[in-house]
């Protein structure tokens, strides 16, 4: 037993019996206790805790007047944290089950022996103490749990990168300011929603695919994907998704998407950038090589497309009246052309290249000769 647990503490002792009160008080003080009291009514019992704040409250059950043991004793637990005894004469069911919404330390009938009050006293002190400790430890916990969930909000919210997590049923739990200008949505207008209440049909069937996916095989996943913003233009996401885990139990998924568009414009323009270069070179090469002029400008045209990053190329060279004749071409001939036109394209470049404007009265060209000479008609 710690014998150091008397030295200085305060008991409030409530009791109506004076014969009793006084030898517990007497009984207590050999013990090495300081007695606050000793009081013979509920009401007392409130005033002199308040007054003197006691380290432990040694409580008769049964008081006389309005206020009995139990309903003093609720008064003072609502105002100050501190161990309680009840000590009575009577056992009865009904008392204690009245006692025990109280959460007493313990509940001593009399008449007790000074062993057993002594063990009642410095258990209750204990585990008081103890329980302090808790408390200090827990709202310690708190406090930081609340620092880190508001060092954690201003990460999300100050990212521009969209940050999401959403249920294992798909309803968004959690998402920041970058999403909602993405969605073009308030917050109060995406959580608790699925995606296909904010996505196009096919793009949130192929989400919801890709989340229960994740879940099932509790993995991690990097990848690229396009999303159409609230502007009605598409956006390439460099998206880090995976499964949302609390305590070993996957509850839905997160993800953090960054907004490459930028990077994915500028690369094709560095690769197209990169081609044109390329495509210099090889032309250069062929030029060396080239049999005739007429091979050399269809190889010409197979190289661009080849390393410009372009579709088709074709070259017109001028005749003597200054028109356009498509005289080589690579790529176009397997182009589909708009529906309806009964052409392929590369008629339909040949035609654009080489269609003229009906003569003039003066010359070709609609406005005649002064188009070429620059002298009024």
């Known amino acids: 037993m710690n014998t150091s647990m008397p030295a200085g503490k305060r008991i409030l002792v409530v009791e109506d019996d004076p014969l009793v009160s006084r030898a517990l008080a007497l009984r207590l003080a050999a013990l090495g206790y300081v007695i606050a009291g000793p009081v013979a009514s509920g009401e007392e019992a409130v005033a002199v805790a308040a007054r003197e704040r006691p380290d432990l409250v040694l409580m008769d059950i049964v008081l006389p007047g309005g206020v009995d043991g139990i309903d003093a004793a609720r008064v003072i637990l609502d ?39 002594q063990l009642a006293i410095e258990l209750a002190l204990q585990r008081h103490q103890h329980e302090a400790l808790l408390r200090v430890e827990a709202e310690r916990q708190e406090r930081r749990i609340d ?12 990212s521009t990168d969209c940050i999401f997590a959403k249920a294992a049923d798909g309803r968004y739990l959690l998402c920041n300011r970058a999403f909602e200008r993405l969605l073009g949505r308030q917050r109060k207008d995406i959580l608790g929603r699925g995606d296909a209440d904010l996505f196009p049909a096919e793009t949130a069937a192929r989400r919801r695919a890709d989340d229960q996916r994740l879940m099932s095989a509790a993995v991690t996943e990097t990848c690229e994907e396009i999303l159409r913003a609230a502007d009605g233009g598409e956006r390439t996401y460099l998206t880090t998704k995976g499964c949302l885990q609390l305590a070993d139990e996957t509850v839905g998924v997160f993800a953090i998407a960054r907004d490459i568009s930028e990077r994915k414009e500028a690369e094709r323009r560095l690769r197209r950038l990169s ?23 269809v190889d010409a045209c197979r190289i661009v497309v080849r390393h410009g990053d372009v579709d088709g190329a074709w070259i017109g060279l001028l005749d003597a009246d200054g028109w356009i004749g498509v005289v080589a071409d690579s790529g176009i001939d397997a182009k589909v052309p708009p529906a309806g036109w009964n052409r392929t394209v590369r008629e339909l470049i040949h035609a654009a290249a080489s269609r003229r404007p009906p003569r003039g009265p003066r010359g070709r060209g609609r406005r005649g000769r002064s188009v070429r000479t620059g002298v009024s008609d």
């Open 79 to 117: 105002e100050q944290r501190v161990p309680l005894l009840y000590l009575t004469a009577y056992a009865d069911e009904e008392r204690f089950a009245r006692a025990r919404i109280t959460a007493p330390h313990a509940y001593l009938i009399k008449p007790c022996n000074d062993r057993e009050l």
């Open 147 to 158: 620092e880190l969930a508001a060092t954690l909000s201003a990460l999300v919210e100050g």
């Open 275 to 297: 081609g044109f270069f390329n495509a210099v070179a090889q032309t250069n090469q062929a030029i060396m090589h080239a049999e005739s002029a007429g091979t050399l400008l």
